[in-house]
């Protein structure tokens, strides 16, 4: 579904410096698989991820996608997907809301507003009536055991609760692959593990799930594919996973 070939990123920290996060990484990720990526802060594992999510493009190499519909391409054009890295931003929009789920480190949540609003946002931008969105967040809202949450402003929640709100937003436009930056970062182990059961059954509902995490608990999970180890921008180590 996902396949990158020698892809760097780069950026310009001065007038004739730059500092390169992504560091010529060819990776292949299939569909409805979880992949891990773990390291220490700053070895390149959320720039990964931005890059594979079409939030910032590469400096080099191309990011193929593989059976994705868009307005502009149908996936039964080519076996080979499209390359993102060299679309229109206008294009690059429409993939980030069509094809990616997001679930940030802090949740990004907005506050003031409630539960239910939170996780119809992503989806007004879309042109969808809003009565369909509404109904569609109520069903994720009950999948998730948060239906008595649902005119509460988030700030209201507990961390297991707005981590479940979070996911169902990410889910809101039902997007074929998951990305999670640190998303237990914030969560004790139980809830962590908690984490972990509800992305298992997305991955199992077949979502591509891609997490990057410094935490044991997701990335010895047995619910992984394959766990990548980034160290200086490079995938230093590979596991496949039975």
């Known amino acids: 579904m996902i396949a990158l070939n020698q892809v760097t990123k780069n950026f310009a920290i001065g007038p004739a410096t730059s500092f390169t996060a992504v560091d010529n990484v060819s990776l292949t990720i299939t569909r409805s698989s979880m992949t891990i990526l773990k390291g220490p802060s700053g070895s390149g594992k959320t720039t990964l991820l931005a890059l594979i999510g079409c939030m910032t ?18 996936a039964s054009e080519s076996a080979e997907g499209f390359d993102s890295s060299s679309l229109p931003e206008r ?23 409630s539960a239910l609003q939170n996780i119809m946002l992503p989806a007004y931008p879309t042109g969808e009536q809003q009565p369909v969105v509404k109904q569609r967040a109520l ?11 649902r005119n509460s402003p988030v700030e209201w929640l507990s961390g297991g609760e707005l981590q479940r709100v979070a996911i169902a937003r990410a889910l809101i436009n039902n997007p074929i692959a998951i990305i999670a930056d640190e998303p237990t970062a914030h969560l004790d182990s139980q ?21 990057a995490s410094h935490d044991p608990i997701v990335y010895s999970s047995p619910l992984a594919d394959q766990v990548l180890e980034m160290r200086d921008g490079r995938i230093v180590r590979q596991e496949l996973l039975p």
């Not at 493009?57 to 149908?74: A, D, Y």
């Not at 069903?139 to 949450?149: A, I, N, S, T």
């Not at 509800?198 to 991955?203: N, V």
């Open 57 to 74: 493009r590469p400096s080099s190499g191309r990011i193929m996608l593989q059976g994705v519909e868009t307005s502009f391409f149908q």
């Open 91 to 113: 294009f690059l929009t429409e993939i980030r809301r069509s094809t990616f789920g997001f679930i940030f480190q802090q949740f990004n949540l907005i506050k003031g507003i």
């Open 139 to 149: 069903g994720l809202m009950e999948q998730f055991d948060l239906l008595r949450h």
């Open 191 to 211: 809830l962590s593990q908690a984490f972990m059961e509800s992305i298992g059954q997305l991955k199992d509902s077949g979502k591509t799930v891609l997490i």
